[in-house]
């Protein structure tokens, strides 16, 4: 039966102009009759559809109610029936519910008071409603069923937004489904967005389209509706804030459910996000489920940089509720120092108490979020969710030693090994670069038969007895006991400040300098042991032609060259995978530390064929630890991260911009005495009026920048470089951010 004829048959109505409509789950047609305008909905008949639309009848006889708003109320047949059945398709004919979207109206404090006092009460109705007709219905679109969506995400194509989206499926596993049961269910509307709701006179007017109605958590209501009031605000918090306060004066929550509405609130982004990726697939010019997708992904990038801890606490205090208590920091220094060594530095003069953390963001007990632009060691960004769930599913399967046989230790080695070098094919898994620097040093030793070490000044190799031997940093700083006899010392090539440029003047300056000192004893050296760019030394590039000079005077005597690459691999300098490409060497060794498990305790050595071999003459090599199959999956994922996310173009790109954005305010601040690094391991070197270090000033910045929630260190010989070396998930925006807070930083003094 066609429309014009289903109308005037079965409505009596005469049909003037029938026009399309965009939806889903149905057909829709706005229907210009005589008697008025409707909406139509066609849709294909099927039991659980009946169920659906008997429910949903319901809810909006209930909600005739609330006589002050409008619903599409449902218009009877002749036959007094609430929809018509014909050729397997089911009618049904709404009232047109009239006003302006809230998408197209501006949201002022009384329209978001309004909205929360509808939504309030629409559910104090919906909850008298008996929802059993709806049986079990499984919608993507229900939180409770939001985990269905992981299998959409192969459908956004760019990787680091797909692992933003996935970040919130495993925090939705880990914080929402384990209070599952505690939370109230209802049934809800469960498509508040701004294109449902009807605005009228600068107030909320009514709703349409129940076709995602569901027996759900109360609180998925004010999940599904506050992020389209949140959308391009610059504090979305308090725009939740309006909402929820007067949805509860109507519908009291309970604070478990606001606890948690920051990870549902995600639920709703992702979920929407992943379902308009996998649309454009099927229909790639429907406008109607992607209308949201851009404003949503911006909504989404916010939210990630927004602590839960701070959003629990502000829907927390629109309802009323105090803030969960947490324990004082001065009370947790005072327990840190009663059964810790103060040994154990702490950074800045307030620290901080950290609590989550998230790609580049770290999360503060008080609510604040820290922009990380100094844990290194978190390569691929804090609790990467691929790394996350490598971790789990493996020790959740097996976790043993490398006497077995297992596939987690021969797919990551050999993975790894096709970063290097042909003729560097051997891998020594231990658990951190300390370990790894232990065993280089044991094993140049070994092949060499020889003992000397030859290090440069401001190095730093480990924490163990042998590291701290071979590292000027320790061994020559603070309460260190002085260069051993093993160890010859030589000056650090830096180019800065020494009246050589770095065009291989000051790298064969300094090496002509370090062959004088070593000659007396080259046939005592076991190995040459140097990072790429000297961290501790204030990030310092090795001057240029340096290590070209040095390899060979080594190597032609017996000894054997090792690059460690613990702060400089996989990708960080964005030019390079490794520190020691950037000078045109291929070393002996190359020592790797906890980078490769983002922040996970593993560490490697690789080494040559020929080394390798010498090394096997000697007592067994066995670390419990090392290159177990959980420790192993989580490199594995490392590497596919990084590639997957081209973090080593990303690094180069920022890097870039945030070297670009030092220098020009280097040409402002005389304070700044140099600008170096590469990719995403940048040192900013300052200086004091006098010409001389500038420690009070790195200080100072270092401190200042803490309390604009953005996290620096300091090194160099005086602590007066600021060491820049965040996660590769840093962006252009990160980097704008950090660069404009150093520039007010310095204005002010």
Known sequence: MDIPTLLKSCYGLNAQEIEPLEGYGSSNFRVDTLE???????????????????????????????????????IESSSQKDHVQSDGEIFRLHQFVDGDFLAEVSHTDDL????????????????????????????RWDHRRFLDNRDLLPYISQAEKRSLVDYFFLQYEEQVLPIAHKLRKSLIHNDANDWNVLTQNGKISGIIDFGDMCYSWLINELAVAIPYVMMGKEDPLEAAYKVISAYHKVQPLHKEELDILYYLVAARLCTSVCNSAYTKTQIPDSDYITISEKPAWALLYK????????????????????????????????????????????????????????????YDTEGNTYLDAYNNIMLVGHCHPHVVRSAQQTIARLNTNTRYLYEEILSYSERLLKKFPDQLSKIFLVNSGSSATDLAIRMAREFSNKQKIAVLEHGYHGNTQSGIGISHYKYSGKQGVGKPETVIQLPLPKAFGSGYSDDGSAGSFFSKQAEEMISPEMHQIAAFIAEPIVGCGGQVPLANGYLNMIYPLIQQHGGVCISDETQVGFGRLGEYFWGFEMHDIVPDMVILGKPMGNGHPIGAVITTERIAKKFEQGPEFF???????????????????????????????????????????????????????????????????????GTKIAHMIKNELRYAHILVGTDGPYEEVIKIKPPLYFSMADADILCAAIERILARE
């Open 112 to 139: 978001l008071t309004s909205f929360g006092k509808f939504l309030g009460e629409m559910d104090v109705e919906m909850a008298k409603i008996d929802p059993h007709e709806l049986g079990i219905r499984e919608i």
């Open 623 to 693: 670390s419990s630890f090392g290159g177990n199959p959980v420790s192993c999956a989580i490199g594995e994922a490392v590497l596919e991260v990084i590639e997957q996310e081209d973090l080593e173009q990303k690094a180069l790109q920022v890097g870039n911009h945030l070297c670009s954005c030092l220098r020009d305010l280097q040409k402002r601040f005389n304070v700044i005495a140099d600008v170096r690094g590469s990719g995403l391991f940048i040192g900013v070197e300052f200086k004091n009026s006098h010409g001389e270090p």
């Open 36 to 74: 008025g305008r409707f909406v139509l909905k066609r849709y294909k008949y099927n039991v659980a559809r009946q169920g659906l639309l008997n429910v949903e009848y319901s809810a909006i006889k209930s909600l005739d109610a609330l006589s002050t708003y409008q619903f599409p109320r449902v």
């Open 303 to 362: 939210w990630i940089s927004i602590n839960p801890i701070r959003a629990a606490q502000k829907f927390r205090e629109a309802a009323g509720f105090k803030a969960r208590p947490n324990t004082p920091t001065r009370q947790q220094i005072i327990r840190r120092n009663a059964v810790l060594s103060k040994s154990l530095s702490i950074s800045y003069k307030e620290p901080i108490q950290m609590h989550r953390s998230a790609f580049q963001y770290m």
